[in-house]
């Protein structure tokens, strides 16, 4: 099979090259090893399968199989937000569900922001962290209609956690006409998505984890006694049970290529903004900004008064590609769309640029699988690019099943749920193609 192989993580995002420590990678897998659990993947998902499995059964061997360092895919390389988004919308998910089960799912993504928040607080993990909260914005009458049909939802669902900024509010906030209604989650915040997965792997390994890095798997299979064995270019272990943390890395195993595919989100960032440019624009609140249209905006500051401003547009590889990062024209959109949002920092440099994968479901919902009737090799993917939060509570999720634990997350509708599949590679790359289109139509007719 194609395999994924290790390079400068570095190069992946500022967040990884501004470390503050060069990262020294543990040992690869050596041959012939065994384990009561392997997880492929070191990023959330699979470290905080991996802690949660040894506090749970503290006599348990757990291993994690990362291809490259912890936190090199997408959990080193994504905006930092946390916050209470399932999939896409609350409409699209009550849509491809029901109504109580999209209710369901924000409640499971309230208290996966607030455990995130206990973790990093209660461990003293450093990681830059603000619980600065999430503002959803308006910008058009389409945007407000959209913003407005989720305050509805939440309304009829008789939840709070949510207030309503209105016109005056926003512009005394961030010194701009250009947000017409925002929807505010306080609950929500910032961190700095790399020195997290770091601070996760620190604190995995504190728990008895063990973790291999710069072993990309090569394979995997059944054994006929029952379990698995994993194989890695400079070794190979066997395991009772089998974790594919890997969300948009999926698309390396044929097992689970149709389940998802990578979609390729997009990162600029400015140099530190002084003073006096930073009064120009007020957000003092410093949440987290996303916009309502289909292809989103989504924007914050880093620690250093950086503006991160990311989306805008998608790409996407064909068959297993996730050679995907860059991609100039995008680059060149966010740049403008800093400067249509705050004119007043005309001019300024942007010093780095990058992108990453993000792994995305035919039906646009996480979900928590099986490959097999034994349901001892469990899946978890498709967060459609709002899985920091997510993450780390599936993981917890992950590891009560394998305990034999009935919990509140174990008996989510989106876990073990029927799949639809993503076409061959042909016809995906043009199915793709033609809902990023349409987004982008709409988003040009209604929401722009």
């Known amino acids: 099979m194609t395999h994924y192989q290790a390079t400068d993580y570095q190069s992946k995002s500022w967040w990884l090259e501004s470390l503050p420590e060069t990262i020294v990678p543990n040992p690869g897998l050596a041959p012939s090893q065994t384990a009561d659990v392997v997880i492929i993947g070191g990023g959330y998902t699979g470290l905080s399968a991996g802690w949660h499995l040894k506090q749970m059964k503290p006599g348990m061997d757990v291993r994690v199989i990362e291809s490259d360092v912890c936190g090199y895919g997408a959990s080193g390389r994504n905006g930092g937000f946390s916050m209470t988004l399932f999939g896409l919308t609350k409409g699209i998910t009550k849509f491809r569900f029901s109504d109580e089960k999209a209710k369901s799912a924000h409640q499971y993504m309230e208290e996966a922001v607030d455990y995130l928040h206990d973790f990093i607080t209660a461990n003293k993990i450093d990681c830059d962290y603000e619980q600065s909260g999430y503002l959803l914005v308006g910008t058009s009458p389409g945007q407000i209609k959209r913003v407005e049909h989720d305050f509805e939802i939440m309304e009829r669902w008789g939840m709070g956690g949510v207030e309503r900024w209105d016109k005056n509010r926003l512009a005394a906030e961030f010194k701009t006409n250009f947000y017409k209604l925002g929807w505010f989650e306080p609950r929500c915040g910032i961190v700095n998505p790399a020195k997290l997965a770091r601070g996760m792997k620190n604190f995995a390994e ?14 995997f299979s059944r054994n006929s006694g029952g379990g698995f064995t994993v194989r890695t270019k400079t070794g190979d272990i066997q395991s009772e049970y089998l974790v594919f943390a890997t969300n948009a890395y999926s698309v390396l195993f044929p097992e689970l290529k149709s389940i998802q595919r990578p979609a390729f989100t997009h990162i600029v960032m400015t140099e530190p903004l002084s003073k006096e440019q930073m009064a120009s624009i007020g957000w003092g609140c410093r949440a987290g900004v996303e ?8 924007y914050r500051l880093t620690c250093d ?10 790409s996407f590889g064909y068959g297993t590609d996730l050679n995907k990062d860059l991609n100039q024209k995008i680059f060149t959109h966010l740049e403008h769309h800093v400067i249509e949002v705050f004119p ?6 942007f010093t780095h640029k990058w992108g990453g994968p993000v792994s ?27 899985g920091v939060s997510m993450t780390t509570t599936n993981g917890r999720a992950i590891a009560e099943m394998i305990s034999g634990l009935k919990t509140q997350r174990t008996e989510m509708f989106f876990v073990g749920r029927k799949t639809f599949s993503w076409p061959p590679d042909l016809l995906t790359y043009g199915v793709s193609h033609a ?3 349409f987004m982008k139509a709409e988003d040009m007719l209604y929401y722009k």
């Open 305 to 314: 008064n950086r503006i991160v401003m990311g989306g805008g547009d998608v």
């Open 206 to 219: 504190s728990k008895g984890v063990i973790i291999y890095e710069q072993s990309p798997v090569i394979g």
């Open 291 to 298: 916009d309502a249209r289909d292809l989103i905006h989504y």
């Open 360 to 386: 995305v479901t035919i039906d646009m919902a996480p979900v928590i699988g099986y490959l097999g009737k034994d349901k001892k090799c469990i899946f978890s993917m498709g967060c459609v690019g709002h």
């Open 435 to 437: 809902i990023r289109g």
């Open 344 to 349: 007043q920092l005309k001019g300024i440099r």
